[in-house]
């Protein structure tokens, strides 16, 4: 005899690819986010418009801002610009060289390497959005 489902069924997930929604915006491979260290750091900022994230695995809004700049470098990934994460706890000297004093930092560079703007804290994706527009137009 075949027992009734029980009144929780409904709510246990099977096949979890099943339970999710097909999401236009899905990406499939790892983000084209660039992680760099002291010795190449300033190497890769050479030709293009860099938007680096200065982070650490510790840091609460860091891991909350990761997924969000990954898909930004997803839907971007076109565009000429370059995204780029640095661990500012594996690359002690970067950082505390450019005044990085809080994180997350999100640091844009123009074409030469140059600071061109810099967002402190957990930056909302408006904010995110604008600094790429920005960095879009220096690479016109």
């Given at each position: 005899m075949r027992m009734p489902p029980s009144?929780?069924?409904?709510f246990r997930r099977n096949n979890r690819s099943e339970d999710q929604a097909p999401d236009s915006e899905a990406h499939t491979g790892p983000a084209?986010?660039?992680?760099?260290?002291?010795?190449d750091f300033f190497d890769s900022l050479d030709g293009h418009a860099t938007i680096i994230d200065f982070w650490a695995p510790w840091c609460g809004p860091c891991k909350v801002?990761?997924?969000v700049f990954d898909e930004l470098a997803h839907v971007h990934a076109g565009d000429g610009l370059n995204f780029a994460r640095l661990n500012v706890d594996e690359s002690r000297m970067v950082?505390?060289?450019?005044?990085?004093?809080s994180i997350p930092t999100i640091?844009?560079?123009?074409?030469?390497?140059?600071?061109?703007?810099?967002?402190?804290?957990?930056?909302?994706?408006?904010r995110l959005e604008d600094l790429i527009a920005r960095a879009k137009g220096l690479s016109a």
């Open positions: 009144v929780f069924a409904r084209p986010v660039s992680d760099l260290t002291d010795g801002l990761h997924p950082a505390p060289a450019l005044g990085i004093m640091m844009l560079c123009d074409l030469k390497g140059n600071e061109v703007d810099r967002l402190v804290g957990m930056p909302d994706r408006r």
